[in-house]
């Protein structure tokens, strides 16, 4: 799997956007974007995942490049909730005619600190 | 309810004790995965599993064994523990290459 690149920390005002950035430049076509948020030390939660269009579910809106090699995960009304470790992530998938899904690399993540 | 369950979920040990950490998810998923998280570091894969009696190595396996004999099961095994693998621990389990579903957490110390 191809290895993803994301700013440290980032700061975002209450109610404000906050969008995350994530580098993947090494994609390969049948490779996912998938994003997942850590809240303290419990377990990554799943937010969003796309293929190459742009995606939008209750938690988020994720937009990727036309080359796919860079994508943006927007939280639109950012809450002192939402202040977490994102971690974005490529992985190819079964779906998409992919077989190399097993190994995984997390990186360190961006902090994202939402104040008031 | 879906789920990934660990246990324990806290767990303080000496070096060289062998101990085990268990992993089991209800969702039927064929690939189970376990990682380490130390500060600064992010999450580190250990070993994974894309199927029963299939496993392989993640970036940092030295020191832990696993096992999938069953579709639900995959223990996380330290046969002789050292202060080095102190960490907080995840397992997590998927349907092929979907979506990741993580369990709580074990937070390992050793003495």
């Known amino acids: 799997d191809a290895k993803t690149t994301q700013p440290t920390s980032m700061d975002c005002a209450e109610g404000r956007a906050a969008n995350l950035p994530c580098n993947h430049s090494t994609i390969s076509g049948n490779e996912y974007v998938y994003w997942y948020r850590q809240i303290h030390s419990q377990g990554p939660q799943y937010i969003i995942h796309g293929l190459k269009n742009n995606e939008t579910n209750e938690m988020a809106s994720l937009i990727i490049t036309e080359d796919r090699k860079s994508s943006t995960l927007i939280l639109p009304h950012a809450t002192l909730r939402d202040t977490a470790v994102y971690y974005c992530?490529?992985?190819?998938?079964?779906?998409?005619?992919?077989?190399?899904?097993?190994?995984?690399?997390f990186g360190q993540g961006t902090i994202l600190t939402v104040h008031p | 309810e879906a789920q990934v369950t660990q246990n324990p979920r806290y767990l303080i040990t000496v070096t060289g004790k062998k101990l085990t950490v268990t992993c089991s998810q209800n969702m039927n998923h064929e690939y189970m995965s376990w990682y380490r998280q130390d500060p600064g570091l992010g999450l580190r894969q250990i070993y994974y599993s894309m199927n029963v009696e299939v496993t392989d190595k993640g970036d940092v396996p030295e020191g832990y064994k696993v096992s999938r004999k069953e579709k639900r099961n995959f223990p996380l095994i330290l046969e002789s523990p050292s202060p080095n693998q102190t960490s907080l621990y995840f397992c997590?389990?998927?349907?092929?290459?979907?979506?990741?579903?993580f369990g709580e957490g074990s937070r390992l110390t050793v003495l």
């Open positions: 997590a389990s998927s349907l092929f290459g979907g979506e990741l579903f």
């Open positions: 992530i490529v992985r190819s998938n079964r779906g998409a005619g992919g077989t190399s899904y097993g190994k995984l690399t």
